[in-house]
């Protein structure tokens, strides 16, 4: 039996959130209306929704050696997720994420990641033990191209459901890393990137799922920014609308749309259900400040209701 049901494979960080009204031009000043300091990073937050979600969640990541690491891996503790595998790299300071929030929803990250943040392939490859006890791998691929593929590959010779993240940018690996893949999760710019051009409406979202799923994915869920998520899987195809939910930021939204989808198929609930489920998620995170997920049942239901059907 698998000690975990999903390894996070992703990014660690200090997320700063502050909301203005507008943000100020050159040599202006603005006052925040509202601030919060959280653990964050891609791959904590979908390790967090994970965990809301009832599921047993483990963090492979890095961290610094300084007082905020601490912090970080003690709300994480708090959360539910196992961050035995996170390492605590010497000599480096914790990333940090600033998300500058306006009035109308649209943010802006000010990002200090330094490279010593990133995990390497030999930082995988040493945590491949906790990597082969979980149940599902999540590949963010906001990582270096040879950590995400070693993450790959140890799950997949392990059997276990492999599902990326983003956009693989390394064109010597990509092919491969897609191959790997059980699972292809990619927003509108990343879809962009990688059929060329991002899909502008539900058709052209599940075309480009469609060309995504020949390169090895078995289910494909591309965003169509602002309209919805077109999903393609053997067999069927859905496009799930947004819900109709005030968008206070829309910074996590992602993160809590893979960490239900995630949830989902390890249920091996019906994929038009896990689609839904995902969108929903996804929909719960929008209306409050910053990427921390706040997933309840009874959030998901709510916004199981708001979802327009076609």
Do not use: C
Not at 140 to 152: I, M, R, T
């Amino acid at each position: 039996m698998a000690e975990l049901d999903a390894m996070v494979v992703g990014q660690v960080a200090r997320d700063l959130v502050l909301l203005v009204d507008e943000v100020p031009g050159p040599a202006g000043t603005a006052p925040a209306r509202r601030r919060r300091e959280l653990l964050g990073g891609k791959g904590a937050n979908q390790a967090v929704g994970l965990a809301q979600l009832g599921a047993r969640s483990g963090l492979l990541g890095v961290v610094g050696d300084d007082d905020v690491a601490e912090r970080l891996l003690a709300r994480a503790r708090a959360d539910g997720v196992d961050v035995r595998a996170v390492l605590r790299r010497t000599g480096t300071p914790t990333g940090l994420i600033l998300d500058l929030v306006d009035a109308h929803g649209r943010w802006r990250y000010v990002e200090d990641l330094p490279e010593p943040t990133l995990l390497t392939e030999a930082d995988v490859t040493g945590a491949a033990d906790a990597v082969r006890a979980a149940r599902a791998v999540l590949v963010q691929l906001q990582q270096p191209p040879a950590a995400a593929l070693a993450a790959a590959r140890i799950g997949r010779a392990a059997g276990r459901l492999v599902l990326l993240d983003g956009e693989p940018t390394d064109e010597e690996t990509a092919g491969e890393l897609l191959a790997l893949a059980d699972v292809l999760r990619a927003d509108g710019r990343e879809a962009g990137l990688l059929v060329g051009e991002p899909p502008k409406d539900a058709e052209a979202g599940l075309r480009a799922a469609r060309e995504l799923r020949d390169r090895g994915p078995a289910l494909v869920a591309v965003e169509v920014s602002g309209e919805g998520n077109a999903f393609v899987w053997p067999g069927g195809e859905l496009f799930v609308p947004l819900s109709e939910t005030p968008t206070v930021d829309t910074t996590g939204a992602g993160d809590a749309f893979v960490a239900a989808l995630t949830v989902g198929l390890l249920r091996d609930e019906p994929r038009e259900r896990v689609a839904r489920y995902a969108v929903a998620a996804a929909g719960a995170t929008v209306g409050h400040p910053g990427g921390r997920p706040a997933l309840t049942r009874e959030a998901i239901e709510e916004q199981l209701g708001r979802i327009p059907e076609r």
